[in-house]
């Protein structure tokens, strides 16, 4: 009974990423996303779009691995892709974090989810390269969908978008180029600074 507590305590305790508000708005522009919607989102991609990962990828690891990569900012919050002052600390902070949420779970299943979250940090693997395509490629296809409406409030520009990813075709090339074609387009439209 001990571990379904911790179980259950954890299952409640990760109901808070749903209140994380990221910069991306939804593919109608009504609203921003939270944390557990942009997990949901990459489980799915991850199912759909494994036919394009460089290597091949073991799903029972991806899906777990993009579920779970963003619980620690339950406690780190949400730094945007394209803040650098945001990004100082951040490893300390999720860290921090992530030892707290892991150890609330039975030590057996702690100890998988953390070394999930450390080898999507490392971008070692094939499966952590292709879950960090994923986390890269979503935002640019709600960014499309919604008429580049995040990257014009915040004067992204092109040289940002490109730092950001520029390991993402180590996990798929050609979703690296599909990407390239919708930053090109969005510079044409304006929402992207050309620079």
Same mark, same amino acid.
């Given at each position: 009974?001990?571990?379904?507590? &911790?179980?259950?305590?954890?299952?409640?305790?990760?109901?808070?990423?749903?209140?994380?508000?990221?910069?991306?708005? +939804?593919?109608?522009?009504?609203?921003?996303?939270?944390?557990? /919607?942009?997990?949901?989102?990459?489980?799915?991609?991850?199912?759909?779009?494994?036919?394009?990962?460089?290597?091949?990828?073991?799903?029972?690891?991806?899906?777990?691995?993009?579920?779970?990569?963003?619980?620690?900012?339950?406690?780190?919050?949400?730094?945007?892709?394209?803040?650098?002052?945001?990004?100082?600390? &951040?490893?300390?902070?999720?860290?921090?974090?992530?030892?707290?949420?892991?150890?609330?779970?039975?030590?057996?299943?702690?100890?998988?989810?953390?070394?999930?979250?450390?080898?999507?940090?490392?971008? /070692?693997?094939?499966?952590?390269?292709?879950?960090?395509?994923?986390?890269?490629?979503?935002? +640019?296809?709600?960014?499309?969908?919604?008429? $580049? +409406?995040?990257?014009?409030?915040? $004067?992204?520009? &092109?040289?940002?978008?490109?730092?950001?990813?520029?390991?993402?075709?180590?996990?798929?090339?050609?979703?690296?180029?599909?990407? &390239?074609?919708?930053?090109?387009?969005?510079?044409?439209?304006?929402?992207?600074?050309? /620079?």
């Amino acid at each position: 009974m001990e571990r379904l507590k &911790k179980q259950m305590g954890f299952i409640v305790e990760v109901d808070k990423v749903k209140k994380i508000i990221r910069q991306t708005y +939804l593919a109608d522009s009504s609203r921003k996303e939270n944390d557990a /919607e942009h997990s949901w989102h990459l489980a799915l991609m991850a199912v759909l779009l494994k036919e394009y990962a460089n290597e091949e990828v073991d799903l029972a690891k991806v899906i777990p691995m993009v579920l779970i990569h963003d619980l620690v900012e339950i406690d780190a919050g949400d730094t945007y892709a394209y803040d650098a002052a945001g990004a100082a600390g &951040k490893r300390e902070r999720e860290t921090k974090a992530a030892d707290r949420i892991f150890a609330l779970l039975p030590e057996d299943q702690g100890s998988w989810f953390r070394a999930l979250w450390e080898e999507f940090e490392a971008y /070692e693997t094939a499966e952590a390269k292709f879950a960090h395509v994923l986390d890269n490629c979503q935002p +640019l296809l709600l960014n499309d969908a919604s008429d $580049g +409406l995040s990257w014009s409030e915040h $004067g992204v520009r &092109k040289s940002q978008i490109y730092k950001r990813n520029e390991r993402t075709a180590d996990g798929s090339r050609e979703i690296w180029e599909y990407m &390239k074609e919708l930053v090109d387009k969005h510079i044409r439209l304006g929402h992207v600074i050309n /620079e």
